[in-house]
Structure formats: structure tokens, C-alpha cells
């Protein structure tokens, strides 16, 4: 019972990730499409030339490659403790270490994924704000 329980709750998890993975962002496909189309426009009679990014939309790309390099590492410990799980051999010691690492690293991509929402959300905001 209590292994049906552990895989129940695993798979919870996992759904749980996916979820929040998949929702937290929301599809803008037309304005992105119009502020390409503009940024070419620039580009093309060299407009851009120069010209700088604004802060927040900056510090909003750097906040983003980090969090994205964050949870990279966190599926490489997802995958890394995968191994040792199935390398223990049925050693409990080194099957409680992987349980240890792989449900710190769900821990992990879920304050990731928390992050990179707020994060997008505030320099969005912001940029907006400052925009206007």
C-alpha cells in the first residue's frame, strides 16, 4: 500500500509540474507578430542602430536565461538521480538518496516555474508601465 501511495503521489507530482508548465504563460501570437514586424521595419531603415533596450526588459531577459539555465539543472538532477535509482540495485541507501534528490528537485522546478511566472508578470508590467 504504502508503495502505491509514493507512486500516486509521484505521478501527482509529475501532472502537477505539467500543468503548471504548460499554463503558466499565455499564448500572444498577434501582437507578437506585429512587434516583429515592426522591429524589421526598424531594422531595415536602421533605426535600431544605437539604440539601447530598457532596463526592465533587460533585467527581464537576464532573470529569464537564469531561471531557464535553473531548470536545466534541475532536469539534469531529475535524470542523474533516475540513474542512481536504477543503478541501486536494491540498495535502500541509495534508493533513498535518489528518492531524496528527485523530490528536491520537483521542489526546486516548482519555485522555478513559480519564479519565472512572477518574474514575466512584473516586467511586463513594468516595461508597460514605462512604455506609456
Do not use: H, R
Amino acid at each position: 500500500m504504502n508503495s502505491f501511495l509514493a507512486k500516486s503521489s509521484a505521478g501527482l507530482a509529475t501532472a502537477a509540474g505539467a500543468i503548471v508548465a504548460f499554463a503558466a504563460s499565455p499564448a500572444l501570437a498577434q501582437s507578437l507578430k506585429d512587434k516583429a514586424t515592426s522591429e524589421m521595419q526598424a531594422t531595415a531603415t536602421g533605426a535600431n542602430l544605437g539604440s539601447s533596450m530598457p532596463l526592465p526588459k533587460l533585467i527581464g531577459q537576464v532573470i529569464g536565461v537564469l531561471l531557464t539555465m535553473l531548470g536545466v539543472i534541475l532536469v539534469c538532477l531529475i535524470i542523474y538521480a533516475g540513474f542512481l535509482w536504477m543503478t541501486a540495485q536494491g540498495d535502500p541507501d541509495k534508493v533513498k538518496k535518489a528518492k531524496a534528490i528527485i523530490g528536491n528537485a520537483v521542489v526546486g522546478m516548482v519555485l522555478v516555474f513559480a519564479a519565472y511566472s512572477i518574474a514575466n508578470f512584473v516586467i511586463d508590467k513594468l516595461v508597460t508601465a514605462t512604455i506609456q
